[in-house]
């Protein structure tokens, strides 16, 4: 009996390592992030994939994709702030409050300049509170507010904490303002503009969003759906994505003896006495990477005391629960 013949091109993968990075993939305006995970499992022909904040279906930019094994990681990413540049039109509020939706309020903007602008968006920076839009994906007994929005129902939010480490004005062209915007996870770019349009008394809504960077995932490393499926089919394709290690380099490092790895790997927390470097300060509930001598990450941990207890931590009791192995 002849052994089958081999694939070739851009069929299904087997599970190598390769398959269990991260696409840092470049969405375009029109399909929803669930269409781009359909499209990448496949274009690879992977099992699993998850994405890494949603964008609605107007946004464009970073969409980083967790294939398989790298799916363990998606609840670490998600909180990575996130840089935006956006396209604000002054004189309407919609109940999107965005352009797909209904104008259900307006005002006369031209009175409003570049000074005021400014003035309104130096004066947002920092931490505050945040009310998620009706048209969101967040969840009312287990229904997305969206769905509650379409049947006309509208119900009180609680306000979300939110952070703007930075808020740019960069042009204005008649009625249409473009900034950009650094910001943590779970800030709602489009309430930021209708909020600033009732600020400056004028109404506003998003028409445009580039997301531009998530965490370590820039543009530099983002590869649409097209160059993804070419990297599939001439090798390159390993080259071209991310690694865990490089997705999760913002949490700091721990190591550990080789000798304890079977252990970690099998869910034992980690001692004083299994340390073999860790950061100078930290904080009680902080996160980190572990990983042995060799670089090889082991598993992500959190923190049961602070850089102080653990000088003074008996050798074997556990300072550091896993969160997550990833071997």
């Known amino acids: 009996m002849k052994p089958p013949a081999k694939r070739s091109g851009s069929t299904k993968y087997s599970m190598t390592s390769t398959l269990n990075k991260v696409v840092n993939l470049y969405k375009p305006a029109g399909p929803t992030s669930f269409d781009m995970v359909w499209s990448v499992k496949k274009i690879l022909g992977v099992e699993k994939a998850g994405h890494i904040g949603t ?4 946004a464009e930019g970073m969409l980083p994709i967790c294939l398989n094994r790298s799916t363990r990681i998606i609840q670490f990413l998600s ?3 996130k840089i935006y540049l956006a396209g604000m039109e002054l004189g309407k509020a919609t109940d999107t409050q965005d352009a797909s939706g209904k104008v259900i309020a307006e005002a006369d903007p031209g009175g409003i300049t ?15 509170k945040q009310v998620p839009p009706m048209f969101s994906a967040k969840k009312k007994n287990g229904i997305p507010l ?10 009180e939010r609680k306000p979300v904490a939110i952070t703007l480490f930075s808020l740019k004005f960069t042009q204005k062209d008649g009625n249409r303002v473009f900034f950009e915007v650094h910001c943590s996870s779970g800030t709602y770019v489009r309430t930021l503009c209708h909020d600033i349009g009732e600020k400056l008394g004028c109404h506003a ?21 097209e160059t993804l499926k070419s990297a599939s089919q001439d090798g390159s394709l390993s080259g071209r994505l991310i690694s865990q290690e490089q997705a999760l380099e913002f949490l700091p490092a721990i190591q550990i003896d080789p000798e304890h790895t079977p252990s970690v790997a099998n869910g034992v927390g980690i001692s004083r006495s299994v340390l073999k470097s860790a950061p100078g300060r930290f904080a009680r509930g902080d996160f980190f990477r572990i990983s042995d001598s060799q670089g090889k990450m082991v598993a992500v941990a959190e923190s049961l005391v602070d850089s102080e207890m653990l000088a ?8 550091f629960k896993l969160k997550r192995v990833l071997l």
């Open 146 to 155: 969206y769905k509650l929005a379409r049947n006309g129902i509208t119900i």
């Open 79 to 81: 909180s990575q702030s």
């Open 55 to 58: 964008l609605d279906p107007d």
């Open 205 to 225: 809504h998003l028409f445009r969003l580039v997301r531009t960077q998530v965490g370590v995932f820039d543009k530099t490393s983002s590869l649409t759906l």
């Open 312 to 319: 003074n931590l008996p050798p074997r009791q556990i300072a």
């Open 114 to 128: 570049e000074k005021d602008l400014i003035e309104v968006m130096q004066g947002m920076m920092g931490r505050q």
